[in-house]
């Protein structure tokens, strides 16, 4: 991992070095001025994730090649297991070189198509136009300094008058598993690394303590945002005092105490909402006892292996309509890519799980084994957290709009050619109302852009290619198929003829000796060439 992710680092550096620069200096979002400051402090960035991404490969090689093959090594030895000293050493050797591999390719198509897929869309979106205002820069400053005084020092106290009662509640719950055999003791694998964590708990406390030490520079140091993107020095400073509440509740939430706290918290906000503020999602899940709440055991790989299993069965359905055509595919095998096939494709299966979801009016996400995803039982994982909501929202605005069954099947089209007008053409008549029209366009472009933010995600890309190439070769097999039984057909049509040509023919030279009139010759002549 660290040889295979270091060399991609290094050899794409170069590469996103100057593709970086053009894509800012291209981009329409930025002015002058930013585009100048940014290029000015780029190579600091550069050289950081230089820096960050090499470290972060060595250590990240060395937790997976030691972690890997002893979880393999507990799996061996677990319950029905057969040749267990055999398999003590095997398992996890090879399966952690090949998962190795796997890492540093998904590091790759992250470090190429996602990287790619960022600067893209900055160069072609259009939207709300960023300047330096030079007005407030100076003020910006010295809000993030006094945030910084401010918060570095009553954020750390906070810290450790909080850390005893972290300390013991987190003895108090680990010793209930462990009597109860519940939680991190509920599986016998699992013990010796729980009763480690017993022991470790109070280096997790004193990580916690330094992680909100660190955090608060960067909590301190967002009131210059605060004082420039409302253009008010007044509202930086009631940042600085209400970030320090932020901060209380937050702790509060995660180590379940009593809600509220003591400190203010004025608004620093004209007519947005205010960042940061108490959301439920901050509280920590409460051990779950009941079947009906329980979370899903549906993890992130699993989810892209089944949607990328729809995908090949819509994918057959649309070449042999003609939807996708070859040079789609051939496209998707490339760098740039196809939009119908990266995107609108995936797009096209996303939606139809909305539909169904929509049709069997269900909470959450309906999936094609009948699995329902919803706010309560999604898994943790933050690919859940990332992209159900949206999904979630749209399914709402779908069910909003109350579609008929020709409506389901433009909009489908919609997303599946992106919006291609030469191509939409063919599909059937839009929808006789403009504003029906612009509506369906517009979820049609939601969806798009989702799933191109979920096509970003880390093993995405080596997925789609495993699915390319195998509806690639799945349609060479039906072309080839195809060939040969319509070659096979064609040359028994032919043998046909010249067996038929053949008798005609015998019958002609029989006829010819008996004297035959002209007329019966011409006949038999007539009769040969309809044959051919």
């Known amino acids: 991992m660290t040889i295979g992710n270091s060399s991609v680092i290094l050899g794409l550096l170069p590469y996103h070095c100057y593709f970086t620069y053009y894509s800012i200096v291209s981009t329409k979002l930025l002015g002058p001025f930013l585009k100048l400051a940014v290029c000015i402090f780029l190579p600091v960035v550069l050289i950081l994730w230089v820096v960050v991404g090499i470290v972060g490969s060595i250590l990240g090689g060395i937790l997976y090649g030691f972690l890997s093959p002893m979880f393999a090594t507990f799996d061996a030895v677990g319950e029905g297991k057969t040749n267990v000293f055999i398999h003590c050493f095997y398992d996890g050797t090879w399966s952690t070189i090949k998962g190795s591999f796997t890492v540093v390719k998904d590091f790759k198509d992250v470090c ?46 906070i810290a450790f008058c909080k850390s005893p ?141 089944g949607l990328f299993k729809e995908c090949h069965v819509h994918g057959e359905k649309m070449v042999s309509e003609g939807l996708i055509t070859s040079k789609d595919i051939d496209d998707a095998k490339s760098i740039k890519g196809s939009r119908v096939v990266s995107i609108g494709l995936p797009a096209y299966c996303f939606l139809q799980a909305l539909l169904r979801s929509v049709d069997a009016n269900r909470l959450g996400i309906l999936l094609s084994d009948n699995t329902e995803i919803t706010a309560t039982n999604r898994p943790k994982d933050a690919f859940f957290d990332w992209f159900l909501n949206p999904f979630l929202i749209l399914k709402e605005q779908i069910r909003a709009e109350n579609l008929s069954r020709e409506e389901k099947d433009y909009l489908g089209k919609l997303v599946l050619l992106c919006g291609d007008a030469a191509r939409l053409k063919n599909i059937g008549s839009p929808p006789e109302s403009e504003r029906k029209r612009a509506e369906l366009d517009a979820l049609a472009r939601r969806l798009q852009g989702i799933t191109k933010s979920v096509s970003r995600y880390p093993t995405f890309r080596r997925h789609f290619e495993e699915f390319v190439n195998k509806l690639s070769e799945d349609l060479s097999k039906k072309d080839s198929g195809s060939s040969n039984s319509s070659g096979s057909s064609n040359r028994s049509h032919q043998s046909k003829n010249t067996v038929l040509r053949f008798f005609s023919s015998r019958s002609f030279k029989r006829s010819t000796s008996h004297n035959m009139s002209d007329q019966e010759s011409q006949s038999v002549l007539a009769r040969d060439v309809e044959i051919e």
């Open 112 to 157: 190429v198509h996602s990287y790619y897929s960022f600067m893209e869309e900055l160069r072609q979106k259009d939207g709300q136009y960023y300047e330096i205002r030079f007005l407030y820069l100076l003020p910006a400053l010295i809000a993030a300094v006094l945030g910084f005084l401010v918060d570095f020092p009553m954020i750390s106290l």
């Open 165 to 305: 009662y972290m300390l013991i509640k987190g003895w108090h719950r680990l010793f209930h598993d462990l009597v109860g055999r519940e939680g991190p003791f509920l599986e016998t694998i699992c013990v010796p690394f729980a009763g480690l964590a017993i022991l470790l708990w109070p280096l997790a406390v004193i990580g916690a303590v330094l992680g909100s030490m660190v955090s608060s520079i960067f909590l301190g140091a967002y009131a210059a945002v605060i004082v420039y993107q409302e253009s008010s020095f007044w509202y930086g400073l009631c940042y600085i005092v209400a970030s320090l509440s932020i901060y209380d509740e937050y702790s509060t939430d995660v180590l379940d105490m009593p809600e509220g706290s003591c400190l203010p918290r004025p608004r620093y906000r004209r007519h947005r909402n205010e960042s940061f503020s108490k959301s439920d999602s901050f509280r920590p899940p409460a051990r779950i006892d009941s079947l009906t709440n329980a979370r899903l055991d549906l993890k992130p790989l699993e989810l892209l292996e």
